[in-house]
């Protein structure tokens, strides 16, 4: 079992305004990773609290004292050999004014302005929860016809409710021509982003004729050498590590990874629980939705995994997820 002493305990505060802009320092030249921003923190001590080391860390670095913070994730991470986990806590920071106390320079900047790279790999995924939804909700599957197109804009209507923003149009059963135009209807009525499940080429072409963002299958993504242009928003499923990587590469915005617990849709996968979604989240930077069996109840602990949020196909619509 792994031991405090086996891992890197990391800290760090995500110093929000009432504008949307959280604060950002640049850890100074000589200092491990230096020229790279990062979320304001440092490491915690052994028998020490992560508020305590938060506190301390704060008037160190920034000469602030806050009493009261959040959780927003932790975020495990394998780098150069080591075993880090990146506990990140939000809080106000309305009316602080931090100093550079250790020669760095400070930044309050707005989260779409910030560049992920310009950032350490363990900030990245605390930079996606912030400007990514939290929540990504799966069309079920429906059967060919008209009613279809009914049953999916009666699921809309429920999704709306829930307060979800990100919606992944997937209907393999329909024809292109009846996809197409529930796209179409889908964007009208529903309040928030859409993306288009692809598994081949005619896919894409859909998703592009109709201007909304990309879901791609692992196999379709393993197959691609290069991120598909024209998408603001491109988004990957992924089963093991070699697709976790190549979505790394491709550059896309976030990666949804399952089954977390077993499911009515696909009873045939076995699940891979939370300590298997923990050990790929170890291996990328990259956003990462889990997946299987959840529902909204389960973000807090999705994020304590290191999730940027939680997919769901039925989870956001009835009471028992799948």
Same mark, same amino acid.
């Given at each position: 079992?792994?031991?405090?002493?086996?891992?890197?305990?990391?800290?760090?505060?995500?110093?929000?305004?009432?504008?949307?802009?959280?604060?950002?320092? @640049?850890?100074?030249? #000589?200092?491990?990773?230096? #020229?790279?921003?990062?979320? $304001? =923190?440092?490491?915690?001590?052994?028998?020490?609290?992560?508020? +305590?080391?938060?506190?301390?860390?704060?008037?160190?670095?920034?000469?602030?004292?806050?009493?009261?913070?959040?959780?927003?994730?932790?975020? $495990?991470?394998?780098?150069?050999?080591?075993? &880090?986990?990146?506990?990140?806590?939000?809080?106000?920071?309305?009316?602080?004014?931090?100093?550079?106390?250790?020669?760095?320079?400070?930044?309050?900047?707005?989260?779409?302005?910030?560049? $992920?790279?310009?950032?350490?790999?363990?900030?990245?995924?605390? &930079?996606? +929860?912030?400007?990514?939804? #939290?929540?990504?909700?799966?069309?079920?599957?429906?059967?060919?016809?008209? *009613?279809?197109?009914?049953?999916?804009?009666?699921?809309?209507?429920?999704?709306?409710? *829930?307060?979800?923003? @990100?919606?992944?149009?997937?209907?393999?059963?329909?024809?292109?021509?009846?996809?197409?135009?529930?796209?179409?209807?889908?964007?009208?009525?529903?309040?928030?982003?859409?993306?288009?499940?692809?598994?081949?080429?005619?896919?894409?072409?859909?998703?592009? @004729?109709?201007?909304?963002?990309?879901?791609?299958?692992?196999? &379709?993504?393993?197959?691609?050498?290069?991120?598909?242009?024209?998408?603001?928003?491109?988004?990957?499923?992924?089963?093991?590590?070699?697709?976790?990587?190549? +979505?790394?590469?491709?550059?896309?915005? +976030?990666?949804?990874?399952?089954?977390?617990?077993?499911?009515?849709?696909? $009873?045939?996968?076995?699940?891979?629980?939370?300590?298997?979604?923990?050990?790929?989240?170890?291996?990328?930077?990259?956003?990462?939705?889990?997946?299987?069996?959840?529902?909204?109840?389960?973000?807090?602990?999705? @994020?304590?995994? =290191?999730?940027?949020?939680?997919?769901?196909?039925?989870?956001?619509?009835? *009471?028992?997820?799948?």
């Amino acid at each position: 079992m792994m031991t405090f002493e086996d891992s890197l305990h990391v800290v760090a505060a995500v110093l929000c305004k009432s504008t949307g802009e959280v604060l950002l320092a @640049r850890r100074p030249a #000589g200092s491990e990773d230096a #020229g790279y921003w990062e979320f $304001p =923190g440092g490491k915690r001590e052994s028998g020490e609290s992560a508020h +305590a080391a938060l506190q301390r860390e704060l008037r160190e670095e920034l000469g602030v004292q806050i009493e009261r913070f959040a959780p927003l994730m932790r975020i $495990p991470q394998q780098q150069a050999g080591r075993h &880090l986990v990146l506990d990140v806590w939000l809080a106000d920071g309305e009316g602080l004014q931090p100093q550079p106390l250790l020669g760095q320079q400070l930044a309050w900047q707005h989260p779409a302005q910030i560049d $992920p790279y310009s950032l350490p790999a363990a900030d990245r995924p605390a &930079l996606a +929860a912030l400007e990514q939804p #939290g929540l990504y909700a799966i069309t079920p599957d429906f059967p060919d016809g008209d *009613s279809a197109v009914a049953s999916v804009l009666a699921c809309i209507a429920q999704f709306q409710r *829930s307060g979800i923003q @990100r919606l992944q149009v997937r209907l393999p059963q329909l024809s292109l021509d009846r996809r197409a135009m529930v796209l179409s209807l889908v964007q009208q009525q529903f309040h928030g982003e859409v993306l288009c499940n692809a598994r081949d080429a005619a896919d894409m072409g859909l998703a592009e @004729r109709a201007g909304v963002g990309l879901h791609l299958s692992q196999s &379709l993504l393993q197959s691609l050498s290069k991120r598909p242009t024209g998408f603001e928003c491109v988004v990957g499923s992924v089963h093991d590590v070699d697709a976790l990587r190549h +979505a790394e590469r491709l550059s896309l915005d +976030a990666a949804v990874l399952g089954p977390i617990k077993p499911t009515r849709t696909h $009873p045939e996968v076995t699940a891979i629980g939370w300590h298997g979604f923990v050990r790929l989240r170890e291996q990328s930077a990259l956003p990462m939705y889990a997946l299987g069996g959840l529902c909204v109840d389960d973000l807090a602990i999705a @994020r304590q995994h =290191g999730a940027q949020g939680i997919a769901a196909i039925r989870g956001f619509v009835k *009471s028992d997820p799948a």
